[in-house]
């Protein structure tokens, strides 16, 4: 199973979440707007849990316009893909994934 997380809100245990999915072999990618894209900061309290993430083949998606919003373009670690609202409804709207909103 393809599964989406997406997230609006400061949340780490998603990022755990994300994990014990691709664990169970799925694929999963986290979708990460407003406050969430914060979990995404380099050096952040949160920045070792993306990072492990990653490796473990999850892969984040940040929304573009509130990255900017919030001046961290070049504070993101893990080098997430920045995506922009059509890009977003594209990924939401897959038929094969399944999609989880935290």
């Known amino acids: 199973m393809k599964t989406i997380l997406f997230l609006n809100k400061l949340d780490p245990q998603a990022i755990s979440l994300a994990e014990a999915l691709r664990e169970k072999g799925e694929e999963v990618d986290a979708v990460l707007i407003?406050?969430?894209?914060y979990l995404a900061l380099r050096?952040?309290?949160y920045s070792?849990?993306?990072?492990?993430?990653?490796?473990?083949?999850?892969?984040?998606?940040?929304?573009e316009?509130?990255?900017?919003?919030r001046g961290i373009r070049h504070k993101l670690t893990a080098d997430p893909e920045l995506v922009d609202y059509d890009a977003l409804v594209e990924l939401l709207l897959r038929e094969d994934r399944r999609v989880l909103n935290l």
Do not use: P, T
């Open 48 to 63: 070792a849990d993306v990072e492990r993430a990653v490796e473990n083949g999850v892969r984040f998606y940040l929304l």
């Open 34 to 37: 407003q406050d969430a894209v």
């Open 43 to 45: 050096g952040g309290r």
């Open 65 to 69: 316009n509130d990255v900017e919003k």
